[in-house]
């Protein structure tokens, strides 16, 4: 093990005590050495630990899976190594990226860097708490219901989950195979243009993965937002936090102040979407699993069983119809983007809640997350942080817009961040490793 | 009779019990009896869901 990666790997360790961020450190550098150059030459990565890496276990926070080594990076991952990343390891998530956090199993809990008392939100729970707290630059998540969005709303941080297609699938675990997105996660919505970058275009491997030209994203930042109609979406839930919409009514105010045109709008067919949504991730995520569920019923978690079970509830019939009601949103959809460029809302009405507080009745809770109906129609959705809610914690705007409409939510996302600085807010536990101080190469 | 943890109707539904059993042995899957009960309780409002997709063809 070289010096400078033992001193960084000894440093993500000692950040990330008591957090539980990372479930493997590759200290060996089993992952192999980053490519001497390229657009992310000197940046450290944590990768979301159902996402293949050469020479580590892929343990997806489950004792089914069989601890062996990786044989091959994943697609996303190999990109990111040959553009100059190197990967210090794997992050925590739910098992299989779905469920609830589970207290009884082996693996960490991930604890929100902003208060250890609260949950980092997940899925992709390690790869953002090790992007807030400063372990790692970047971060790749995944994102089938708002997996990267929600933790990047809980914990302050920037995360984009792409189109649908947009970045292979190769060498991931799949949950539901029809909205599954591999997506970037770091500070800024610069650094995520970067990744997003290295980590689009297609794969033989992946059939779902789009053929279709890669837009130069960092390039495209610094096109002016101005004279940009932003549809603006106020979606209902049980409950919200106190601030919530102050803080929402102040980015709204920003944007308006960056020349955008708002335009309220409410997402067409919003709850049939999310009906079909809850369909398809029950049927997919029940097809992908049953085998082994059958076999090993007791070594999945209670959170996991409880998501993925309801599956037997829908008929094949069942299944089909949600996929023709979300065929008819994308047409619906069309229309409306006709009329907007984007649409922004909270990404969640809630802020971190307490570790422990979501299991069981996690999908009742998930109300309060206004994320799925993107994934459902395979759009782009970008995830930045805004004002705090009157608790301190971290609130997410969410910007949204048409398939492979990544540019323009992250346009607009990166105008967003250059007039305001709460991506740039820093948990005290963490203030003295600011980004600012995470250079060095692999 | 407990509340299902799904929002569906208290567990005391005899024949949705019925129909989860036998969905969960087509699947060949052997939860415990808690967990056939939450499942018994969940299908009444899963059922209704689907069938509001059917809905407006």
């Known amino acids: 093990m070289s010096t400078d990666r033992a001193a960084r790997l000894d440093r993500i360790a000692g950040l990330d005590a008591g957090l539980g961020a990372f479930v493997t450190l590759d200290r060996d550098g089993a992952a192999g050495p980053a490519a001497p150059h390229g657009p992310l030459a000197g940046w450290w990565l944590g990768i979301k630990d159902v996402i293949d890496v050469a020479g580590l276990p892929t343990l997806a926070q489950s004792r089914v899976e069989s601890g062996d080594p990786a044989a091959a990076d994943a697609v996303a991952v190999a990109r990111t190594r040959a553009a100059g990343a190197a990967v210090a390891g794997k992050t925590s998530t739910m098992e299989y990226a779905i469920g609830a956090p589970d207290p009884d199993g082996p693996f960490p809990v991930p604890r929100n860097p902003w208060d250890r008392d609260r949950w980092t939100g997940g899925s992709s729970s390690g790869s953002a708490a090790a992007v807030a707290a400063g372990m790692v630059r970047a971060a790749l998540g995944t994102d089938t219901g708002g997996s990267i969005r929600m933790p990047a709303a809980f914990c302050g941080v920037t995360g984009l989950k792409p189109s649908f297609g947009r970045v292979p699938n190769s060498g991931s675990r799949a949950l539901a195979a029809s909205a599954d997105t591999i997506g970037p996660m770091a500070r800024t919505v610069r650094d995520c243009a970067v990744l997003l970058g290295v980590l689009a275009g297609p794969d033989d491997g992946d059939p779902d993965s789009a053929d279709r030209p890669v837009p130069d994203y960092a390039a495209e930042l610094e096109r002016d937002v101005r004279g940009l109609r932003v549809g603006v979406w106020r979606p209902d839930a049980p409950w919200e936090a106190p601030g919530l919409w102050t803080a929402y009514d102040e980015a709204l105010e920003v944007l308006g102040d960056l020349g955008c045109r708002p335009v309220p709008v409410e997402p067409p067919a919003y709850r049939r979407v999310l009906a079909a949504h809850r369909v398809t991730l029950r049927c997919e995520s029940l097809a992908e699993h049953r085998a082994r569920l059958a076999e090993r019923w007791d070594d999945y978690s209670p959170g996991f069983r409880e998501s993925v079970a309801p599956g037997i509830y829908y008929t094949a019939a069942d299944y089909l119809d949600a996929q023709r009601v979300r065929r008819a949103a994308v047409r619906e959809l069309r229309g409306l983007f006709e009329s907007v460029d984007v649409v922004v809302s909270p990404t969640a009405s809630v802020t971190a809640p307490p570790v422990g507080s979501v299991s069981p009745g996690f999908e009742r809770w998930m109300r309060h997350v206004h994320t799925g109906y993107w994934n459902s129609t395979g759009c782009p959705a970008l995830s930045v942080p805004m004002r705090p809610a009157a608790d301190g914690l971290p609130l997410g705007l969410q910007i949204a817009a048409a398939p492979f409409g990544e540019s323009a939510v992250l346009r607009l996302g990166h105008a967003f961040q250059s007039r305001t600085g709460w991506h740039r807010a820093v948990p005290a536990h963490f203030f003295n490793t600011s980004v600012d101080d995470l250079g060095g190469g692999g | ?57």
């Open chain 2, 1 to 57: 009779m407990t509340q299902g943890r799904h929002g569906g109707e208290p567990g005391g539904d005899t024949g949705g019990r019925a129909v989860v059993e036998t969905l969960l042995a087509l699947h060949g899957l052997r939860p415990s009896e808690d967990e056939v009960a939450e499942l018994a309780a969940g299908l009444a409002e899963a059922r209704h869901a689907a069938a509001a997709l059917r809905e407006e063809r």
